[in-house]
């Protein structure tokens, strides 16, 4: 079984930035998809980014530019760094991890963007 461990949220100013990071533990896999959603108060929770094994990346279209994911397969870890964040970026942030079809997920990082 897969358990998933998020860190990096936390309180930034408009225009800051933050580093959110999941680590994987238990089964080492090869082929999967590794990412984040979130989820504010009131919305559905939404993909912000995902990552493959093989390094092909997929974003949001209200992420391009100012969010960056990336993969340490020799540390089963993904991170999300998060620049230009906006008061509209506070949500929770989930990490998930799909192999074979079965996806788990993180326990959720709260994000908040305010002055």
């Known amino acids: 079984q897969v358990q998933l461990v998020e860190s990096g949220g936390g309180l930034v100013q408009p225009g800051g930035s933050l580093r959110l990071s999941c680590a994987a533990s238990?089964?080492?896999?090869?082929?999967?998809?590794m990412g984040w959603y979130r989820q504010a108060p009131g919305n559905d929770r939404e993909l912000v980014a995902q990552?493959?094994?093989?390094?092909?990346?997929h974003y949001a279209d209200s992420v391009k530019g100012r969010f960056a994911i990336s993969r340490d397969n020799g540390k089963n870890t993904v991170y999300l760094q998060m620049s230009s964040l906006q008061p509209e970026d506070t949500a929770v942030y989930y990490c998930?991890?799909?192999?074979?079809?079965?996806?788990?997920w993180g326990q959720g990082t709260q994000v908040t963007v305010s002055s």
């Open positions: 998930y991890l799909v192999v074979s079809g079965t996806a788990s």
């Open positions: 238990g089964s080492i896999f090869s082929r999967y998809v």
């Open positions: 990552i493959t094994s093989s390094g092909s990346t």
